[in-house]
Nanobody
Framework: QVQLVESGGGLVQPGGSLRLSCAAS????????MGWYRQVPGKQRELVAT???????NYAESVKGRFSISRENAKKTMYLQMNNLQPEDTAVYYC???????????????WGQGTQVTISS
């Protein structure tokens, strides 16, 4: 099994910054595509950003120019640098990864437990 653990959430004022981390552990042959998603009560979970193993990133239109996704494959860790945060960014942020656990396995999807990000004055 695989565990994804997010960290770095918290409370910041509008215009502030946070960096989220997602550390993967367990039986991992290959971490394939990873991504950050966010969800607020009463809303669908939405994609924030994704990144391939090789570092190709894409972003939701709402965060382009403000957020930056990255990963360090040797550490099995993914990051989300969030700048110029706005109240609309308030949500629980979830880490997602497509994982091949062994050479003989098919890919499986895993989610972290989420970390709260709150932007308020």
């Amino acid at each position: 099994q695989v565990q994804l653990v997010e960290s770095g959430g918290g409370l910041v004022q509008p215009g502030g910054s946070l960096r989220l981390s997602c550390a993967a552990s367990g039986t991992i042959y290959m971490l394939d595509d990873m991504g950050w998603y966010r969800q607020v009560p009463g809303k669908q979970r939405e994609l924030v950003a994704t990144i391939t193993y090789g570092g190709t990133a894409n972003y939701a239109e709402s965060v382009k120019g403000r957020f930056s996704i990255s990963r360090e494959n040797a550490k099995k860790t993914m990051y989300l640098q969030m700048n110029n945060l706005q109240p609309e960014d308030t949500a629980v942020y979830y880490c997602h990864a497509v994982v091949r656990e062994t050479y003989y396995n098919y890919d499986s999807d895993y989610w972290g437990q989420g970390t709260q990000v709150t932007i308020s004055s």
